[in-house]
T-cell receptor
Framework: DAKTTQPTSMDCAEGRAANLPCNHSTISGNEYVYWYRQIHSQGPQYIIHGLKNNETNEMASLIITEDRKSSTLILPHATLRDTAVYYCIVRVPAGGTSYGKLTFGQGTILTVHP | GAGVSQSPRYKVAKRGQDVALRCDPISGHVSLFWYQQALGQGPEFLTYFQNEAQLDKSGLPSDRFFAERPEGSVSTLKIQRTQQEDSAVYLC?????????????FGDGTRLSIL
């Protein structure tokens, strides 16, 4: 599985953009980048995913570099409720003996402060 | 709309007892995954179902762990003769299919404590 590297923790001021980096230098051409977050005592929440192109939804934007070796999750206007652990995951394609399971690392603890 | 529902939310059992954890996936979702999350760690894969077929159980830590999904909807994770190291949050996730572009949606988990 392609491994990911994320900073252990980050801080962000409320109302400002939060930019969470992720390195995945061994990613394969058919592997997607997924982002989830987990707020205390809740299950992981899906945020966004992408393959090559940048993606945007109502929660966030995902910027993937042209060589696909890194990506950045952008929360455009962070709120206190965005405080959570953010996981960047490279998803193994389904096929053969793999069924698309997610391999979580340690993630980045994002703290949004007033 | 209805998401993935897990019950119970909390379970306390004595060492050696059997426990059963239930997962109700999102209606119509073919794929169902179970994960185990130890304190302070990310979730780790346990097993995968496509409809009623258990296609991958490579993550189950021992033969005391057993999962089923007999009608391709609700799933149960059973742990026999529980040990203290089984204490963790057990998460269930479902997706429309197992394909890459289909995100998995998680329940809030069952927190299992073995005394």
């Amino acid at each position: 599985d392609a491994k990911t590297t994320q900073p252990t923790s980050m801080d962000c001021a409320e109302g400002r953009a939060a930019n969470l980096p992720c390195n995945h230098s061994t990613i394969s051409g058919n592997e997607y980048v997924y982002w989830y977050r987990q707020i205390h005592s809740q299950g992981p929440q899906y945020i966004i995913h992408g393959l090559k192109n940048n993606e945007t939804n109502e929660m966030a934007s995902l910027i993937i570099t042209e060589d696909r070796k890194s990506s950045t999750l952008i929360l455009p206007h962070a709120t206190l409720r965005d405080t959570a652990v953010y996981y960047c995951i490279v998803r193994v394609p389904a096929g053969g003996t793999s069924y698309g399971k997610l391999t979580f690392g340690q993630g980045t603890i994002l703290t949004v402060h007033p | 709309g209805a998401g993935v529902s897990q019950s119970p939310r909390y379970k306390v059992a004595k060492r050696g007892q059997d426990v059963a954890l239930r997962c109700d996936p999102i209606s119509g979702h073919v794929s169902l995954f179970w994960y185990q999350q130890a304190l302070g760690q990310g979730p780790e894969f346990l097993t995968y179902f496509q409809n009623e077929a258990q296609l991958d159980k490579s993550g189950l830590p021992s033969d005391r762990f057993f999962a089923e999904r007999p009608e391709g909807s609700v799933s149960t994770l059973k742990i026999q003769r529980t040990q203290q190291e089984d204490s963790a949050v057990y998460l269930c996730a479902s997706s429309l299919s197992g394909q890459q572009g289909q995100p998995q949606h998680f329940g809030d988990g069952t927190r299992l404590s073995i005394l």
